[in-house]
């Protein structure tokens, strides 16, 4: 079973650039999360869809970033404009029942 | 949240085992305990998880005291593979809310 996919996995740019984050979940998933980690600290999430839905994005930082998932399968996330705060390591994760299952993550840094 | 708290670091000698104490004292009826791990440059995964009664699986084992307020993770023998960030999560409507977790270290 291929797990969850991500791309890219690594991407530099400069503060006040956008970036964007691509994750494919496992097939059949319904429910994809999009989750920050910056180093040192444990993920936080920041967004979960079921299907096309949002279901919680109350720690989504609005004014700067924006998911969606077209069709309830592919999202993407975006970052507009970046700030150095940003850097961190960006995860998808999707699961069908209790178990979430997590794609390797893209390593965000801002310069 | 429901907060859980967890050593910082543990370290452990290989092909023994490794217990992961876990304390969450304000764990309501609903909430199921969850156990993930991660290795250095990888994404979560995930170990075990329960809800009242005690869990094994081929990965490890999960011990739930009584009164639900503490949980014990069982590494029955660590292999340097085991060697990772350990996270106890109290999941409600399928959501983690991970804290620090417990560094595990092991020694060849």
């Known amino acids: 079973e291929a797990g969850v996919a991500q791309s890219p996995r690594y991407k530099i740019i400069e503060k006040r650039q956008s970036v964007a984050f691509w994750c494919n979940p496992i097939?059949?998933?319904?429910?994809l999360y999009w989750y920050q980690q910056i180093l040192g600290q444990g993920p936080k999430l920041l967004i979960q869809f079921q299907n096309n839905g949002v279901v919680d994005d109350s720690q989504l930082p609005k004014d700067r970033f924006s998911a969606e998932r077209l069709k309830g399968v592919d999202s993407t996330l975006k970052i507009q404009p970046a700030k150095l705060e940003d850097s961190a390591v960006y995860l998808c994760?999707?699961?069908?029942?209790?178990?979430?299952?997590f794609g390797p993550g893209t390593r965000l840094l801002v310069l | 949240d429901a907060k859980t708290t967890q050593p910082n670091s543990m370290e452990s000698n290989e092909e023994e085992p490794v217990h992961l104490p876990c304390n969450h004292s304000t764990i309501s009826g609903t909430d199921y305990i969850h156990w993930y791990r991660q290795l250095p440059s990888q994404g979560p995964e995930y170990v075990i998880h329960?809800?009242?009664s005690n869990v094994n699986n081929r990965m490890a084992s999960l011990a739930i005291a009584e009164d639900r307020k503490s949980s014990t993770l069982i590494l029955h023998r660590a292999t340097l593979r085991d060697a990772a960030v350990y996270y106890c999560i109290l999941s409600y409507d399928y959501k983690l809310s991970f804290g620090a977790g417990t560094t595990v270290t092991v020694r060849a």
């Open positions: 097939s059949g998933h319904a429910t």
């Open positions: 329960g809800l009242t």
């Open positions: 994760a999707s699961s069908f029942s209790e178990t979430q299952y």
